[in-house]
């Protein structure tokens, strides 16, 4: 790709986002990553400077890693960080300041694992996990199923969480409800077999989440944006479907737009794949259309090797036609990058010079450390 041609071709990456509750300076996010580099909960200073590279060289929104809700349950390793304490919170205020001095705007998911976890996994031994029917992601029995007293103090965690993002500075929430995680076990039916309101029809099964939504919705008031990031595939299971058509696609999106989703974070693992027949349509655009909403895609942008795959190891810089061409067409709206991003904090300002020359390849070293 020559440069002229790359100054032409990724104007639309930088161009600025505005919507109701949010504005961004360009298209470009950085997907939330676990990294694990937060010793018992807390994010220091690496952290925080991991974070401010990104957004000083051009990234328009950070979406962090998966951070803990106050929940003995909610994570599965002593350095995943905590969303609640005031410790944690007060060192997620230096990392929202870094960014925030960066220019860039940062947003903090917000996770609980469910019947991920192990039983005995730390931090907190002791707690079992939790999910909706007891089922881990294979529909072995684990644990008991929540009751509904559980779930309202679930609930109030999340709550409590966009509350504490919102008074640390943050510029919204992401809620975790892909990947198979506790959101997402309530919306798959291998792992959410109740028989009361939390369970039932795809509809039905985004109770949860919509309760969820609403209570954070009510901590934070109208105008704090409230992303929710979906998927269809699993963890280890990547041929797992929500909805098999665009009409079910509909019938699970409604009731999540009308609790008060601002953004929706349609993840997948490859964003140039249709997800339905007879359109071209990706789940992002297929979301946007039914719902009216802006989206982010994602899944394997600017790598020629797609995530979870057997040589995803490694990944070189690819090209980024289709997506602009895509991203033109609002398609969608915000573009999520992962590994690339992981791999070179410089990735979003080397597009825009045009230096793509000079991107560097995705190699699982990059997860040893916070480059």
Known sequence: MSNAKSETSVE??????SSKNLEVANRIVMA?????????????????????????NG?????????????????ASPN???????????HWSNVVNAVHEAGGKIIPQLWHV???????????PEALPVGPSGLNLSGEKVTEPL???????????FAQAAADAARTGFDGIELHGAHGYLIDQFFWDKTNQRTDRYGGDLAARTRFAVEVVAACRRAVGADFPIVLRFSQWKGGHYTAKLAESSEQLSQFLTPLVDAGVDVFHSSTRRYWEPEFEGSELNLA???????????????????????????GNTAKPSSLAGLLERLENEEFDLV???????????????IRDGRTDELQDFDANALRSLN
């Open 12 to 17: 639309a990456l930088f161009k600025p986002f």
């Open 32 to 56: 939330p990553m676990t990294r694990g580099y937060s010793p018992n909960g807390v994010p220091g200073e690496d952290v925080a400077a991991y974070y401010r590279r990104r957004a000083e």
């Open 59 to 75: 990234v328009g929104l950070i979406i962090t890693e998966g951070t803990l809700i106050n929940h003995p349950a909610a994570g």
């Open 80 to 90: 995943w960080p905590s969303f609640h304490g005031e410790t944690a919170l007060n």
């Open 114 to 124: 469910g019947l991920t976890r192990k039983i005995g996994d730390l931090p907190n």
């Open 147 to 157: 009751t509904e007293n559980e779930i309202a103090d679930v609930i109030a965690a």
């Open 285 to 311: 655009g297929w979301t946007k259309k039914l719902t009216g909403k802006p989206t982010i895609t994602v899944g394997s942008v600017g790598l020629d090797n797609e995530f979870g795959s057997s040589t």
């Open 336 to 350: 999520a990058v992962g590994r690339a991003l992981l791999a070179d904090p410089e990735w979003a300002a080397k």
